[in-house]
């Protein structure tokens, strides 16, 4: 039987001058949490971002968990804000006004790709801030990608 809504939590984060990022996502199925993470070089911020999203939702999928919804809780304004600009990038072709490809390209039609074919929505949360219920999953999975890039870091 498949789970009414999938509450997926998504942190990404890079070390600008280094270009080396770590992502995570902690995925609550009913009562059992999973937490999934990694780690590249070579990478943005907000491409740590987008690859904890799919990465989630990846999972979901790779494991062939059924469900009805889900939510991915982040504080990623690039990430929300890639559904209201949906129609203006694909019409214009993945490129910047000046004829340039965009940034993470590869990613925003993998992302465009899921949310044809999931029931997925991105919800903004507060950065860093345990006021309430989803700020303390956020700030936990926050917590862990600082851990990675810590780790990430020493090992660069």
């Given at each position: 039987?498949?789970?009414?809504?999938?509450?997926?939590y998504?942190?990404?984060?890079?070390?600008t001058?280094l270009?080396?990022g770590?992502?995570?996502?902690?995925?609550?199925?009913?009562?059992?949490?999973?937490?999934?993470?990694?780690?590249?070089?070579?990478?943005?911020?907000?491409?740590?971002?987008?690859?904890?999203?799919?990465?989630?939702?990846?999972?979901?999928?790779?494991?062939k968990?059924?469900?009805?919804?889900?939510?991915?809780?982040?504080?990623?304004q690039?990430?929300?804000?890639?559904?209201?600009?949906?129609?203006?990038?694909l019409?214009?072709?993945?490129?910047?006004?000046?004829?340039?490809?965009?940034?993470?390209?590869?990613?925003?039609?993998?992302?465009?790709?899921?949310?044809?074919?999931?029931?997925?929505?991105?919800?903004?949360?507060?950065?860093?801030?345990?006021?309430?219920?989803?700020?303390n999953?956020?700030?936990?999975?926050?917590?862990?990608?600082?851990?990675?890039?810590?780790?990430?870091?020493l090992?660069?």
């Amino acid at each position: 039987m498949p789970l009414n809504t999938i509450s997926i939590y998504t942190d990404g984060s890079c070390h600008t001058q280094l270009k080396c990022g770590a992502w995570a996502a902690i995925i609550y199925l009913n009562n059992d949490e999973h937490i999934i993470k990694g780690v590249a070089k070579n990478t943005t911020h907000n491409r740590m971002e987008l690859q904890a999203i799919i990465n989630a939702v990846q999972f979901l999928i790779l494991n062939k968990i059924s469900f009805y919804k889900i939510e991915v809780y982040t504080d990623s304004q690039y990430a929300v804000n890639l559904t209201t600009r949906k129609q203006r990038i694909l019409e214009n072709n993945y490129l910047t006004k000046k004829g340039t490809q965009l940034q993470n390209t590869d990613l925003l039609k993998e992302l465009y790709t899921l949310f044809e074919t999931m029931p997925l929505k991105l919800i903004k949360v507060a950065a860093h801030q345990p006021a309430n219920i989803n700020g303390n999953h956020n700030r936990r999975v926050d917590l862990m990608v600082r851990a990675l890039m810590r780790e990430t870091i020493l090992n660069a």
